[in-house]
């Protein structure tokens, strides 16, 4: 297998003179190695590679040296940052540059949350991803949020949903508005899981008689589960944006 590095093109070349620019004057007192396990960049090699120009910025890695250095993706990287923006005009929202924070008070009176490239499947078949990435964040009334959400805002996520079994509940195409913090069944409810590979939203049901927790589809064409030993919570659905066309 060749070692030899991918050629980068000229805009990505001069993001990274700017960000090894930032990285020299901004970045924390601490090694290059320290610095990439913090923020999830990877090891010393990783964080040279992408200051030194021998590997493309991605988005994940933009957001977590902006996270790092406390700056916006726009400062090093124009480019990734107007395609996250672009990205959240197709989800019909307007986005300013996409700071490293995951849930901020960007306007008095309002919060936003990040939008992960994580599609959850409601029937189908979609494989979970390690990493995902944030593609936007979304703005809405900080009243609203405490409202509806009635929650610690750190740790809510915006997904996107595809398939039919939760229909009339939560419909195609809709988005859902996850806390991450909750890893383990606590009551009835819908939640985010892993189960048989799937990543997917479904209604967790307690069965106290059989000491087993029933997996249920809200749309009657699909029959109920069981769920078992590889079933993993990856978090709870707090509310659901429900798109429809007329």
């Known amino acids: 297998m060749s070692n030899t590095p991918k050629t980068l093109e000229q805009w990505q070349i001069e993001d990274a003179k700017r ?41 994940k890695a ?18 990734l940052a107007a395609q996250i923006g672009n990205a959240a005009k197709l989800m019909g929202t307007e986005g300013d540059s996409v700071t490293p924070d995951q849930t901020t008070k960007i306007n008095i009176g309002y ?47 915006i997904v996107p949903c595809i398939g039919d079994s ?11 508005f996850i806390d991450t913090s909750t890893r383990h069944f606590a009551g009835d409810g819908l939640y985010s899981i892993i189960w048989q590979g799937r990543l997917q939203i479904k209604r967790l049901q307690a069965r106290h008689e059989e000491k087993r927790l029933r997996i249920i589809s809200d749309n009657k064409l699909y029959d109920p589960d069981w769920a078992t030993d590889d079933l993993i919570i990856s978090g709870r659905v707090l509310a659901a944006w429900n798109f429809r066309r007329f």
């Not at 939760?166 to 859902?176: C, L, Q």
């Open 19 to 59: 960000l090894k620019d930032l990285f020299a004057k901004r970045a924390p007192k601490i090694t290059q190695v320290e610095f990439g396990e913090k923020f999830d960049i990877g090891s010393q090699g990783m964080v040279w590679q992408y200051t030194a120009g021998r590997r493309p910025l991605n988005i």
């Open 62 to 79: 933009a957001a977590a040296f902006a996270r790092g250095l406390n700056v916006n993706i726009e400062s090093f990287s124009p480019t």
């Open 166 to 176: 939760m229909t009339g509940t939560i419909e195609d195409g809709s988005v859902v």
């Open 111 to 157: 919060v936003r949350f990040p939008v992960l490239d994580a599609p959850h499947g409601l029937g189908g078949n979609l494989a979970p991803s390690d990493h995902p990435e944030i593609l936007q964040y979304v703005e809405v009334s900080e009243d609203w949020a405490r409202r509806t959400l009635n929650h610690n805002f750190t740790h809510i996520k």
